[in-house]
């Protein structure tokens, strides 16, 4: 009995091996629009003779190969998908130049001649994919930001399908999420083209600006077959101080109403800056500084003669 079940179970596993079936079926992934494409489905006999290979998109037949036949190779007319037939064989099917409408899941069926007639089949997805017709732009920056500025920028990718994906970066390193703010994709055209918008806002800090400036970057990409980028460089402003009643010799401060100006005299004051405004050449805004002092001299004299009366 166990040597019968043994008998049983080799055969049975030798007819499974040498059965007609499937070995290899390729179908692409991503193909870009207008670029040709090519299916194979590799398959076993097994012993068997070939009836025939069809091929289906989506559940349509759309090739068939049946050696008997003359001519042995049949194309049915589907959108989006173009047989080239002078290249297409029972293994290998060729398509030219293919479009959105291409996109789909292709089924390769493969089936043995009489008596038995056995059919085996195998599929594969091709996407095709629309490359973005532009570069992606950024929007909303400046060319200066001072610590404790908010910056709001915004990233928008080319018309593509799918819809690219979009980062951002801040000198180098991938900006955080809750730095990020997306946008719905907009849609376009006939074909439905799509547009990714993506925001970046945070608070600007003394870490932001390496060696004066801070980089922000865009990346945009799709697949492997997609990889673009732009990126603005921004300037640290510092922020202005308030004018400092300063000259190069004396410092004027008043401490009560009894102190009177300490250092030099008023008047040598008064003529220190009157040069400095009416015949030194500095810069304008130095020359602002000068006059500012002086006006504050002016006023810090009638006090001082007010309050000693």
Request: charged share 25%; net charge neutral; aromatic share 10%.
């Amino acid at each position: 009995m166990s040597r019968l079940l043994r008998g049983l179970f080799i055969a049975f596993i030798s007819d499974i091996a040498y059965s007609l079936h499937i070995s290899e079926i390729r179908v692409p992934k991503h193909v870009v629009t207008g670029a040709d494409a090519q299916l194979e489905c590799r398959y076993d006999l097994g012993g068997d003779a070939l009836y025939s290979v069809k091929w289906y998109k989506d559940g349509n037949e759309f090739y068939r190969y049946v050696p008997r036949d003359m001519p042995p190779a049949q194309v049915f007319k589907l959108p989006g998908v173009h047989v080239v037939l002078g290249n297409s064989t029972d293994s290998v099917v060729s398509l030219r130049g293919v479009d959105l409408l291409s996109s789909g899941r292709y089924k390769c069926e493969v089936s043995g001649e009489a008596p038995l007639f056995q059919t085996v089949s195998d599929h594969g997805s091709m996407l095709v994919v629309y490359l973005p017709d532009k570069e992606p732009t950024i929007t909303g920056g400046r060319a200066k930001y001072q610590i404790g500025d908010w910056v709001s920028l915004n990233c928008t990718s080319g018309r593509s399908k799918p819809a690219v994906e979009l980062d951002w970066y801040i000198n180098g390193e991938e900006a955080k999420v809750g730095t990020l703010r997306k946008y719905n994709v907009i849609l376009s055209g006939r074909e439905g083209l799509e547009t990714s918008t993506l925001g970046l806002t945070f608070r600007v800090d003394h870490n932001h600006f390496r060696h004066g400036d801070m980089k922000l970057k865009c990346v945009a990409r799709m697949f492997s077959m997609y990889w673009r980028s732009n990126e603005e460089s921004v300037q640290g402003d510092r922020p202005l101080k308030a004018p400092v009643l300063e000259s190069r010799e004396t410092v004027v401060e008043r401490n009560s109403r009894a102190e009177s100006v300490k250092g030099t005299s008023l008047m040598d004051s008064f003529v220190f800056l009157a040069n400095n405004i009416f015949y030194d050449n500095a810069a304008s805004s130095t020359r602002t500084i000068y006059v500012s002092s002086l006006l504050y001299l002016v006023v810090l004299s009638f006090t001082v003669i007010l309050f000693s009366r």
